[in-house]
């Protein structure tokens, strides 16, 4: 009876794996919202007092990364770099420079794919806080947007007294926020830790990380969501081996203008939204941090690009496009490493 398996969603498109034969010890299950999304946190070994103390703290270090990288709070930290309209290096946090140094890094090997200055492009297409009507941009603008965006345009500058980032285009504005949720998780897993607590699953939006075992005393099981199923239909299955997994779905958030879907991933090469077949990317990495920053400049690059992307970096990804009516698979030899069979 080993077998049989509960399933959970945790994250976007991924499922957590649980034994449900038996009765192990009950897990602390705390949740919450946080950067327009859910969190959730599955930790064993703690009493019902410790979660509730836990509780409370993992929603206040949540609300201070919202608050300090969120575009959609005008008096964060990011919205007011945006807001600035020049170029002398503005002082920022340790934690900003290490996911903007980490993004453009990730941005430059996808060749501008996952590209965190398109901000203004965001806006225009009514993906960010400044609500556009659901028309289609017209050409002008497109281009005119384009021309406020560019990885060019940000450097992160370290000196003796800190860190500062300076845009060279004063109209630049930066858009974390396909990050936001990989850097929450890894700080969550840092929370953790600094607890004393070393079996967890941490997960905020469509990326989560793990560590050790499950209250079942087993690792922890997380699968990938078939794209079109509603009821948990598993994919693949994963041992994640305390590594940080994220996936970028493109079928997940999206409006339909004129019968066509309008992804919320723009492609920085056109300004323009992504159309094509690439339904869903999802990395495995060190931290849930990369894995996020990856997954979303591979479902920019599209099916071909992003294989031979993910080839070349020796990424662990898992691809699903669709061909017809048909979903197929595809998945780097990094990424079978994780593979489990039941
Ligand atoms: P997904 O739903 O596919 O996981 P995310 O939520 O991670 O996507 O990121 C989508 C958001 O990222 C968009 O709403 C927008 O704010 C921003 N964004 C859009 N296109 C890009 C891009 N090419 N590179 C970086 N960020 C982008
Ligand atoms: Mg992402």
Known sequence: MGNILCRTSIALALILLTACDGAPPPAQVLEGKTMGTV??????????????????KIQQQLDADDQELS?????????????????????????????????????????GAMDITLGQL?????????????????????????ADTGLQYLRVIQRDDGQYLQKTLPALSVDLSTVGEGFATDHLARLMEQEGLT?????VGG???????????????VAIQKPTDR??????RIDLQGHGISTSGSYRNYYEL???????????????????????????????LEADGWDTGLMVLGLEQAK???????????????????????????FAAFLIEN
């Open 207 to 221: 990326a989560v990380l793990t560590r050790g075992s499950n209250s079942g005393g087993r690792p922890w099981r």
């Open 231 to 236: 009821e948990n239909a598993v994919q693949a």
């Open 258 to 288: 004129d019968g066509q879907r309008i992804s919320h991933v723009i492609d920085p090469r056109t300004g323009r939204p992504i159309t094509h077949k690439l339904v869903s990317a999802t990395v495995i990495a060190t931290t849930a």
């Open 122 to 146: 965001v806006n225009l297409w009514g993906f960010g806080p400044v609500k556009a009507p659901p028309t289609t941009p017209d050409p002008q603008a497109i281009a005119a947007a384009k």
């Open 39 to 56: 969190w959730r946190v599955n930790v064993a070994g703690i009493d019902a007092a410790r979660a509730a103390a836990l509780r409370q």
């Open 199 to 203: 079996n967890y699953l941490v997960s």
């Open 71 to 111: 575009t959609w709070k005008a008096d964060s930290a990011l919205s007011r770099f945006n807001q600035y309209r020049g170029s002398e290096p503005q002082r920022v946090s340790e934690n900003m420079a290490d996911i903007i140094t980490l993004s453009l890094r990730i941005g430059r090997k996808t060749d």
């Open 308 to 334: 031979a992307v993910a080839l070349r970096e020796k990424l662990a990804v898992y691809l699903i496009s669709k061909r017809g009516d048909r979903f197929e698979s595809w998945m780097s030899p990094q």
